[in-house]
């Protein structure tokens, strides 16, 4: 009877995203742990045998910097932006493109799904512009110089034609943040505003940001303060009083972008928490941070 009980408590989770699109941005645990990338897999194709259509994109900073440091490269950051010259680029795309997306892809197919390795560079999937020399101010000297951060870009545009040729056929897209500008150049991407602008693009049902914090909290020393449920209203007045911060900054605002793009609610959940995926979706409860608008 408890099995039951938890199948016709998705019921109305099953038939209300129905054929809708669910962005998954697989990163921190979720991408570490050989088995929790698993599991998240088994997960996903879970969600397309239930009748939605899952796209995932996938980070892989930390992997990046681990190749980086096997040939003696010590990866160089600016505010949390990788300084990306023309060597880092290729470790980029042999990490992201050849390494950890086909493993994605593998384990996906592994569990009876129809993956499909895609970088932003397929069919110009994401178009993109090299991004600024980086304002960098010291306080204590007063003194203000700007970065040259390489091959670093910010997203001009998402095509998503391909993707809904993909969805439409059953296949589940894995794409690696690396964009392409218009010199046919790569250009290295943030993982979570990829996911944020290709969730509004796509009109996407849901954004979840799978990361390794149970969520948003209210107060960010206490992991039992988790807020289940906020607007993006909300979330404005935390960041402002300081509450939102860091690390966990840059995922908000991605958030409330794909929101005012017209994602109808994105998820902050904790990627350690085995099936978290699918607790996040098919449960009144919920298991992380829940946003709207």
Known sequence: METVNILIEALPYIKKFHQKKILIKYGGHAMIDERAMESTARDTVLLKYVGMEPIVVHGGGPEISRSMAKIGKEPEFIEGLRITDKETMDIVKMVLVGKINTEIVSKICLHGGKGVGLSGKDSKLIEA??????????????????VDL????????????????????????????????EEGESLNLNADTVAGNMASKIDAEKLIILTDVPGILADPSDANSLIRKINVDEIRELIKDGTIKEGMLPKTLTCIDAIEGGVSSAHIIDGRVKHSLLLEIFTKKGIGTMITS
């Not at 512009?129 to 700007?146: I, Q």
């Open 150 to 181: 390489g091959h670093v870009g910010e997203i001009k545009s998402i095509n998503p034609a391909l993707l809904n040729v993909l969805t439409e056929r059953n296949y589940i897209p894995i794409i690696s943040p690396i964009g392409i500008d």
């Open 129 to 146: 512009k090299k991004k600024a020399p980086h304002r960098v101010f010291n306080e204590s000297t007063g003194e203000e110089r700007f």
